[in-house]
């Protein structure tokens, strides 16, 4: 059996995906792409990968410049999303739509973010809806991908519509590991979500307001104790009263995940460089929205949300 | 009698107390110039004022390179620092030492923040110590200065060490005022310092993070909700732990005080912009000691102020 996959979205983590998932031989895989459909058309993709080595002039089995067109290689079992997450841009629900197949297809959030399941399962409620956390490091510039730390993605049932759920999940982790990559089964996607976000909304917020990368933030002032791990202890707070309980050494552990020298630019900053919007909503206004839920006191989250809000607003408006 | 008056750092500010002190035909300025000395030395100044006119190659009666060069003048009964505050970069008593001789001397601080008074105070305690606020709108661009809001400035008594505290006020206000500009003198100049700290703190910091004018600020997703007033409402309940109640309306003031079509980029803005250092400490830094002392919750000026540590810290290691 070959799944027939529409991955959207074919920026670094979208790419690895897709390529994961047409080396397994096991899926026919046609991709949205956008900036680089061009590239990607005349040339291919080069991809250095830290888990499948240099592959030259990589092409998806498709490319398609929009779901309409994508619609000539359906039905699509999966409809993998790996757009960036920008609710104040655009509407996922709106450009995945064409390609959905009610009670058939099986949509994959491959996104950051947190609680960002809702308007997708709203918009398709007869849809299995499965969540996917990333734990990849990858770059894309152009055509060519850096794929520099290993692609394993934990993956979860978020919403069952057709009682295949976990057969989804197995299904889609099966092919996706059958090579390098890994893909990884979970009962709490959430949990998950929560973890990564302790990184993302501290380090990826103080590096886009600062323009310097994580390893020189830790050197910076204070900055480690008086922005990065309060806003941290902000997520752990808000995630504990959602009812997550993350490790005790939670924070140590995303200090210490991204070492000073390897002065990673996270996503946002990158973003906020290039003059395109950032995932600001996804990573820090959702969790503030939660935080007000069960009335948590995030000072920190607010204020670096605000000034983010604001930066996002000078981007989108070219100021 | 003439005033034998020592102005120390000649930005926009020193260059208007200069020119009002000489032009009052009462005083004998004396000026430390540092990175435009050799400009002013061989053109002049040129000046375009909202209260003097345009004045072509203007200089003080005598400009020096540094204070020991300045003691030839001497010895002064003033010494005005309008030099930017900044204790993290340098040490205002060490720079202005030579110039000042014991019980004789009268210090003024004609210099932004809160509570900048105090190590001036320490490093002379024989020397009666005034302090201003300068409610300027100037502009110095090497040699040119582009005055374009009316020179205030309200002086007061800070330490009185020979009971002619009171006189050096009114003998310096009847100089500084005997022209075009403008020197008043009050009883409570910490009243005014924090009147004045209720934008600085507020709109100095988000323009400097954000390189927006304060104009944009206004506009940009709901900044004026979520940052300004919140950073100047800490600002105000620090000032009234301290025992400085602040007029009710002081904050819609504030805010109104600059219309957004001025467009105007704070000081702190512009040095981030030059790559040059910025008064975080006497701006932010010193209000925070006062909310620690008092108990009172500041986390918008918190993060505010750490995040410009950070910034300051990238701006003098160049990063």
Same mark, same amino acid.
């Not at 709203?122 to 510039?141: K, M, Q, R, Y």
């Not at 709490?188 to 994580?214: E, I, T």
């Not at 808000?238 to 005790?248: Q, S």
């Given at each position: 059996?070959? =799944?027939?996959?529409?991955?959207?979205?074919?920026?670094?983590? #979208?790419?690895?995906? &897709? +390529?994961?998932?047409?080396?397994?031989?096991?899926?026919?895989?046609?991709?949205?792409?956008? %900036?680089?459909?061009?590239?990607?058309?005349?040339?291919?993709?080069?991809?250095?990968?830290?888990?499948?080595?240099?592959?030259?002039?990589?092409?998806?089995?498709?490319?398609?410049?929009?779901?309409?067109?994508?619609?000539?290689?359906?039905?699509?079992? +999966?409809?993998?999303?790996?757009?960036?997450?920008?609710?104040? !841009? +655009?509407?996922?629900?709106?450009?995945?739509?064409?390609?959905?197949?009610?009670?058939?297809?099986?949509?994959?959030?491959?996104? $950051?973010?947190?609680?960002?399941?809702?308007?997708? $399962? &709203?918009?398709?409620?007869?849809?299995?809806? =499965? %969540?996917?956390?990333?734990?990849?490091?990858?770059?894309?510039?152009?055509?060519? !991908?850096?794929?520099?730390?290993?692609?394993?993605? +934990?993956?979860?049932?978020?919403?069952? *519509?057709? #009682?295949? #759920?976990?057969?989804?999940?197995?299904? =889609?982790?099966?092919?996706?590991?059958?090579?390098?990559?890994?893909?990884?089964?979970?009962?709490?996607?959430?949990?998950?979500?929560?973890?990564?976000?302790?990184?993302?909304? %501290?380090?990826? *917020?103080?590096?886009?307001?600062?323009?310097?990368? %994580?390893?020189?933030?830790?050197?910076?002032?204070?900055?480690?104790?008086?922005?990065?791990?309060?806003?941290?202890?902000?997520?752990?707070?808000?995630?504990?009263?959602?009812?997550?309980?993350?490790?005790?050494?939670?924070?140590?552990?995303?200090?210490?995940?991204?070492?000073?020298?390897?002065?990673?630019?996270?996503?946002?900053?990158?973003?906020?460089?290039?003059?395109?919007?950032?995932?600001?909503?996804?990573?820090?206004?959702?969790?503030?929205?939660?935080?007000?839920?069960?009335?948590?006191?995030?000072?920190?989250?607010?204020? =670096?949300?605000?000034?983010?809000? &604001?930066?996002?607003?000078?981007?989108?408006?070219? !100021?």
């Amino acid at each position: 059996m070959t =799944l027939n996959v529409f991955v959207v979205g074919c920026g670094a983590v #979208g790419t690895m995906c &897709a +390529y994961a998932l047409q080396e397994s031989g096991k899926a026919t895989v046609t991709a949205l792409l956008r %900036s680089n459909y061009n590239l990607v058309h005349e040339s291919g993709l080069h991809i250095r990968s830290i888990d499948h080595g240099e592959i030259h002039n990589w092409r998806p089995h498709n490319i398609v410049k929009s779901t309409e067109e994508a619609k000539a290689f359906g039905p699509f079992d +999966y409809v993998l999303v790996a757009l960036k997450n920008l609710p104040d !841009v +655009y509407s996922i629900a709106d450009i995945i739509a064409p390609a959905v197949v009610p009670k058939h297809t099986t949509i994959v959030l491959v996104q $950051n973010g947190i609680d960002i399941e809702a308007p997708i $399962n &709203a918009a398709f409620p007869d849809n299995t809806l =499965l %969540s996917g956390v990333s734990t990849i490091g990858a770059e894309l510039d152009g055509r060519e !991908v850096l794929h520099n730390d290993p692609d394993l993605v +934990y993956v979860g049932v978020w919403h069952d *519509s057709n #009682g295949r #759920g976990k057969t989804a999940c197995r299904e =889609l982790a099966a092919v996706y590991s059958s090579g390098a990559a890994s893909c990884e089964v979970i009962e709490d996607v959430q949990w998950y979500r929560w973890r990564k976000l302790v990184w993302n909304a %501290s380090f990826n *917020s103080v590096c886009a307001l600062l323009n310097l990368d %994580s390893g020189t933030v830790q050197d910076a002032a204070n900055s480690l104790d008086t922005l990065i791990r309060p806003a941290m202890r902000e997520v752990v707070a808000v995630a504990a009263a959602a009812g997550c309980t993350l490790p005790p050494d939670v924070i140590e552990s995303a200090v210490s995940s991204m070492p000073k020298e390897m002065r990673c630019r996270p996503s946002m900053q990158v973003d906020a460089l290039r003059g395109r919007p950032m995932e600001v909503e996804a990573v820090l206004g959702n969790a503030i929205v939660v935080a007000r839920k069960y009335n948590v006191a995030v000072p920190v989250l607010d204020t =670096l949300c605000s000034l983010l809000r &604001a930066k996002q607003w000078a981007i989108l408006k070219k !100021v």
